[in-house]
């Protein structure tokens, strides 16, 4: 199973991003699908979950504003966020919900102030 992460990059406060992760090994619409975010020194969180039914949950902080979704075609879980905020600067990794290793390297978001 091999995830790539991408889309990262630099933005201002209040503008928006949308991430990719792309699947070898894995069909993920089998699969449930988690968006995880990490900064410097503190742990790993779950911001948004998408279920194969397509259900999604997301963590507060990102409620209304981030939105997760899949292309089933291409095999892809996207991560569409809006209004970013200083505080969204991280690195944004994607993995299945039922696995918690092999993260992979992520794509670093950074959004200015």
């Known amino acids: 199973v091999q995830l790539q992460a991408s889309g990262g990059g630099l933005v201002q406060a209040g503008g928006s991003l949308k991430l990719s992760c792309a699947a070898s090994?894995?069909?993920?619409?089998?699969?449930?699908m988690g968006w995880y975010r990490q900064t410097p020194g503190k742990e790993r969180d779950l911001v948004a979950s998408?279920?194969?039914?397509?259900?999604?949950n997301y963590a507060d902080s990102v409620k209304g504003r981030f939105a997760i979704s899949r292309d089933d075609a291409k095999n892809t879980v996207y991560l569409q966020m809006n209004s970013l905020k200083p505080e969204d600067t991280a690195v944004y990794f994607c993995?299945?919900?039922?696995?918690?290793?092999?993260w992979g390297q992520g794509t670093l978001v950074t959004v200015s102030s």
């Open positions: 090994g894995i069909i993920l619409r089998d699969n449930p």
């Open positions: 998408l279920t194969s039914r397509g259900s999604t």
């Open positions: 993995n299945p919900l039922w696995r918690q290793s092999l």
